[in-house]
């Protein structure tokens, strides 16, 4: 069965202080590492695909990396805008197309 | 673009009744995908519909059960309510199999009294 764990489940920042979010998985066989960004009061936002370990990718203060057995989401001189809970998710190879997902962390950013 | 369409946003039933919801795809987009999602237990899968047909099937019971339209238009029912049905549940649609990035709507927050 895949599993997806997330940790810390909340994290506290202040403004520019950069930190990194992990997210562990046991897949069968990795298809893809989704992150997805979700704000209080609606779904989540897709962020970043990751296929195989030595990807990277980035988006403003956001870099994800991938590993074979954990992905990371780093967090430049981060924002309040960028308060929110960051979801991982793992889809496997053969069988559905569907996602596992972790619990999330909760970033909260201070000014 | 017109983004994933959930309605209704918000519903409070008491327990025994039944409920749907509904929701509206990226217009082009044949997937529809329902998720659970509680603080506890995070996002849970139902079940997917692809062209009017269940693909896929999440641990839920039966009471748990879903329809698609031909205009890709999607409804979800849930018979005979308990108390841990409360939670925020999620339609996210694809446009196809080999693009695994999915679209969520605002979702519907449903609480049993």
């Known amino acids: 069965e895949d599993q997806v764990t997330q940790s810390p489940e909340a994290l506290r920042l202040q403004e520019g202080e950069s930190s990194s979010l992990n997210c562990s998985y046991t897949v069968s066989g990795l298809r893809g590492l989704f992150w997805y960004r979700q704000d209080p009061g609606k779904g989540p936002e897709f962020l970043f695909t990751?296929?195989?370990a030595g990807e990277e990718k980035e988006k403003e203060r956001l870099k994800a990396t991938l590993t074979k057995k954990e992905s990371f989401l780093h967090i430049t001189a981060p924002k309040p805008e960028d308060s929110a809970t960051y979801l991982c998710?793992?889809?496997?190879?053969?069988?559905?197309?569907?996602?596992?997902f972790g619990r999330g962390t909760s970033l909260i950013v201070h000014p | 673009k017109a983004g994933v369409t959930q309605t209704p946003r918000y519903l409070i039933k008491t327990r025994g009744q039944q409920v749907t919801l509904s929701c509206s795809p990226i217009s082009g987009h044949r997937s529809v995908s329902w998720y659970q999602q509680t603080p506890g237990q995070g996002l849970q899968f139902l079940f997917e519909?692809?062209?009017?047909?269940?693909?896929n099937k999440g641990n839920f019971p039966g009471r748990f059960s879903g329809r698609q339209f031909s205009n890709s238009r999607s409804e979800m029912n849930v018979s005979t309510l308990e108390l841990g049905d409360s939670a925020l549940y999620l339609c996210?649609?694809?446009?196809?199999?080999?693009?695994?990035?999915?679209?969520f709507g605002s979702g519907t927050q449903l609480s049993v009294l």
């Open positions: 998710a793992v889809q496997a190879t053969g069988g559905s197309y569907i996602p596992t």
């Open positions: 996210a649609s694809r446009s196809g199999d080999n693009n695994e990035k999915l679209f």
């Open positions: 519909y692809f062209s009017e047909t269940q693909r």
């Open positions: 990751l296929y195989s």
